[in-house]
């Protein structure tokens, strides 16, 4: 209940001072390629429901659906802006909409696509799938893009048994560190 009450005064905070942010780059979407400006993702959330996760969109819109890391080349794919929206994260600023939702939390394991069966399948097996998906979490911090699936599992897993609020504010100072540092991202 402690961190649903964080989660939603940290996102409701957020979003006032991000507004400007937002709405800038909702622009730099729209006039950099056609398309919606939000792309609505089906990811896997607390209990393997499935639900609708908000990002702008920094990929073409015949991107296929899978994980970025399982197309042959993924740079053809990124709109003009998208290689700047991913390395900074900025693409991820919708996903405020998914915390107030109630969908996501701001430090969980990461959602994982619909259609990720090898990382479904281990979250069920090591029981991550009980705790709502964050915006960040301790795989992110620990790798994030550069990580095997069986390793960001067992990150996850650390997290499931190890949960406080102390180990969430440390998460999330850690994640801003490694934003502006870009550490871990690939594509």
Request: hydrophobic residues 45%; contains cysteine; glycine residues 4%.
């Amino acid at each position: 209940m402690l961190k649903r009450l964080f989660d939603l005064l940290l996102a409701l905070t957020a979003s006032l001072f991000l507004i400007i942010p937002l709405i800038i780059v909702a622009i730099c979407v729209k006039l950099t390629s056609r398309g919606p400006i939000v792309y609505w993702s089906d990811r896997v959330g607390r209990n393997n429901v499935i639900f609708k996760m908000p990002k702008f969109r920094s990929m073409l819109i015949d991107t296929p659906a899978v994980a970025t890391h399982l197309l042959t080349n993924p740079d053809q794919y990124l709109t003009p802006i998208g290689s700047f929206l991913r390395k900074s994260s900025l693409d991820e600023l919708p996903q405020l909409w998914s915390i107030l939702n109630g969908d996501m939390s701001f430090v969980g394991p990461r959602p994982a696509l619909y259609n990720q069966d090898d990382l479904i399948a281990l979250r069920t097996e090591k029981q991550v799938h009980t705790i709502p998906p964050g915006l960040t979490g301790w795989a992110q911090i620990n790798g994030r893009d550069e990580l095997p699936i069986p390793v960001k599992v067992d990150l996850d897993a650390y997290y499931l048994q190890h949960q406080s609020f102390m180990l969430d504010i440390r998460i999330l100072f850690l994640t801003f560190y490694k934003v502006v540092r870009r550490d871990g991202v690939t594509h």
